[in-house]
T-cell receptor, first 115, second 113 residues
Framework: GAVVSQHPSWVICKSGTSVKIECRSLDFQATTMFWYRQFPKQSLMLMATSNEGSKATYEQGVEKDKFLINHASLTLSTLTVTSAHPEDSSFYIC???????????FGSGTQLSVL | QKEVEQNSGPLSVPEGAIASLNCTYSDRGSQSFFWYRQYSGKSPELIMSIYSNGDKEDGRFTAQLNKASQYVSLLIRDSQPSDSATYLCAVNMRYSSASKIIFGSGTRLSIRP
């Protein structure tokens, strides 16, 4: 399967700081990437769809000014959690679709802990 | 929000037995269905995809799809302790502007030795 690299794997930060998470497709070009968030013992919740060269599409209830998404190239999408607060502590996972967009391949995830 | 529903479990199955995981979905127009396995603290791993009614087998795994009943299942034969994980059902749902893969809440499976 396709390889999606996500960095960092975990981050601990103080409340009020911003955190950037990178997601790279290593062996294919991804025009679309997806960002999910997962709280403990809950399922993956789609936050936004990241489109190369255009604005991201956010799901209802997700603040676009708080979760900044940039998809500057066909292999890189970034998610920046701005002014992070303890309630933003979660497991963030990026994914990219295969050529026909039918299957998702996931990055390894980023565990964010905001103190 | 269109839905994908799973029994949260935990489902406990003895080693060597067959584990049966079930999922229902609300969008009758959905055409693509997936099963992912997720270990605690890790990201999901694709196990099976299925697009047509009937059964699809891959090793110890069999996915079953019934579009008329809006039902998809995963069977795991000869269950092993390493199969203990959360299994996520995912459905590619069509919306007005795009398609999105929506996940169920997952079923926790525990294989007891």
């Amino acid at each position: 399967g396709a390889v999606v690299s996500q960095h960092p794997s975990w981050v601990i930060c103080k409340s009020g700081t911003s955190v950037k998470i990178e997601c790279r497709s290593l062996d294919f070009q991804a025009t679309t990437m997806f960002w999910y968030r997962q709280f403990p013992k809950q399922s993956l919740m789609l936050m936004a769809t990241s489109n190369e060269g255009s604005k991201a599409t956010y799901e209802q209830g997700v603040e676009k000014d708080k979760f900044l998404i940039n998809h500057a190239s066909l292999t890189l999408s970034t998610l920046t959690v701005t002014s992070a607060h303890p309630e933003d502590s979660s497991f963030y996972i990026c994914s990219a679709g295969n050529r026909d967009g039918e299957k998702l391949f996931f990055g390894s995830g980023t565990q964010l802990s905001v103190l | 929000q269109k839905e994908v529903e799973q029994n949260s479990g935990p489902l406990s199955v003895p080693e060597g037995a067959i584990a049966s995981l079930n999922c229902t979905y609300s969008d009758r127009g959905s055409q693509s269905f997936f099963w992912y396995r997720q270990y605690s603290g890790k990201s999901p791993e694709l196990i099976m995809s299925i697009y047509s009614n009937g059964d699809k087998e891959d090793g110890r795994f069999t996915a079953q799809l019934n579009k008329a009943s809006q039902y998809v299942s995963l069977l795991i034969r000869d269950s092993q302790p390493s199969d203990s994980a959360t299994y996520l059902c995912a459905v590619n749902m069509r919306y007005s502007s795009a398609s999105k893969i929506i996940f169920g809440s997952g079923t926790r499976l525990s294989i007891r030795p």
